[in-house]
């Protein structure tokens, strides 16, 4: 059988079994690297030498620098300076936390965020203040803060591992910036206005069922290694800016740093890193290069292409691409719908005359935005530890979720224009 064939095949078995979700996302995506070897669709390096890729070293990084920030106490104390400063209001709480929150997942991981903020919240002893009218806009200023930036989530930085495999035009730190920061602008105004009365009716008075650790209270914080870790994530923040050094070096260095000056020992460091994330992420990366050296790219690409046709209108392809990656990302790992999608958009853009950056970026941006489902994102499936039921998700996030569709598909071609 034609390796090109071979290698489509196990492409299709891994997103079936991605789909399926019966074993860790992580096993299925190295079980495809494996057998693109031992079915001789290509060398061992070819598969397996994206762990040591950019990309996956700046998941890494990112990864420890958030759980320093944590274990030294500075993100727990900057949470509680927020609820000092509302007084207890809860529309206060809801701008204070949201805003923040938005801020930390543009830069670290976003479950981690959630899990400092949760048990904040709910040790909260003001009677007229609500958790679940708090936390659901706290795990959306994660998700969409975490999609604003290159570094904010995985789904951004496994379509930059696939961009860099093409050798196209690859995102710089801020690139999702500008619209994300339209889209983390208008949750706020969502969550405050909308959100807030469509949850007094979704949950009412139902009862908080938490179902969390609340170790990041009992934090013992370290005035000195605090100050120690603000200088280094702002240190950290202004490398990844002005990109004088490549992100993967700041952020491993920046990891190491945190590591140095005790702000978290080496046994924490390794253990806060999401291996099943990592794992992930480098597989697919493998996945996708074996699949492009063996010719499975090209198989899509001229069968997209059967579809579509040569004169495609690119505004209405960028629609239902971006629809059908939003939708899809509301069930399935974000970076698996970036994973099925985006390999075709690089193989058809150059022959159909295409922008294929600005395609890919709404369409990463897409995935990073589905809160209509818990199952969307680790965080929105956090959240549901205070007592959120499956389609409260849908009740309070389904008119959003147009809106952030909306808004995508407006400005991402008057910003960056569909064709080459």
């Not at 209270?217 to 290694?225: A, E, G, L, P, S």
């Not at 990073?368 to 039921?389: D, E, I, K, N």
């Not at 598909?409 to 080459?420: D, E, K, M, N, Q």
């Amino acid at each position: 059988m034609p390796l090109d064939i071979v290698s489509l095949l196990i492409f299709i078995g891994c997103i079936v079994l991605f789909v399926w979700d019966k074993l860790p996302m992580a096993t299925t995506a190295i079980l495809g690297c494996v057998a693109m070897v031992i079915f001789g669709v290509c060398d061992f390096k070819t598969a397996f030498g994206q762990f040591a890729s950019s990309t996956v070293i700046l998941t890494i990084g990112v990864m420890v620098i958030g759980a320093a920030i944590s274990e030294t106490g500075l993100a727990a104390a900057i949470g509680e300076w927020i609820v000092r400063v509302s007084n207890g209001s809860e529309r206060k709480l809801i701008v204070g936390t949201y805003l923040v929150s938005a801020i930390m997942s543009a830069f670290l991981t976003n479950s981690a965020v959630l899990a400092i903020f949760i048990p904040i919240i709910m040790g909260l002893s003001n009677k007229n203040i609500k958790s679940k009218n708090l936390i659901m806009p706290i795990a959306y200023g994660c998700v969409i803060g975490g999609a604003s930036t290159l570094v904010g989530s995985t789904q951004q930085m496994t379509a930059q591992g696939l961009l860099e495999e093409a050798g196209v035009r690859t995102f710089k730190t801020f690139d999702f910036t500008p619209i994300g920061a339209v889209l983390v602008l208008l949750g706020l105004l969502y969550c405050l206005f909308i959100g807030y009365r469509r949850g007094e009716k979704i949950w009412g008075d139902r009862k908080d069922e938490a179902e969390y650790s609340l170790s990041q209270t009992n934090v013992k914080r370290d005035k000195k290694k605090m100050v120690i870790m603000a200088v280094i994530f702002v240190l950290t923040v202004i490398l990844y800016i002005t990109e004088w050094i490549p992100l993967a070096i700041t952020s491993s260095s920046a990891a190491l740093l945190c590591i140095v000056t005790g702000c978290i020992s080496q046994p924490k460091a390794i253990s806060s890193v999401n291996w099943n994330i990592v794992g992930r992420l480098a597989g697919c990366l493998g996945i996708a290069k074996a699949l492009e050296a063996a010719g499975g790219t090209k198989l899509i690409s001229e069968g997209v292409r059967a579809l579509v046709g040569d004169s495609v209108n690119p505004m209405l392809l960028f629609c239902v691409l971006v629809l059908m990656v939003q939708v899809v990302s509301e069930f399935i790992s974000n970076s698996t719908a970036i994973m099925i999608v985006v390999p075709i958009v690089l193989s058809i853009a150059p022959d159909l005359g295409l922008n294929s950056y600005a395609f890919v970026l709404g369409i990463t941006m897409a995935s990073g935005v589905a809160l209509s489902c818990p199952l969307a994102s680790s965080t929105l499936g956090m959240s549901m530890s205070v007592g959120y039921r499956f389609n409260d998700y849908f009740k309070y996030s389904i008119f959003f979720d147009i809106i952030a569709y909306l808004t995508i598909i407006i400005s991402v071609p008057l910003i960056y224009g569909l064709t080459a």
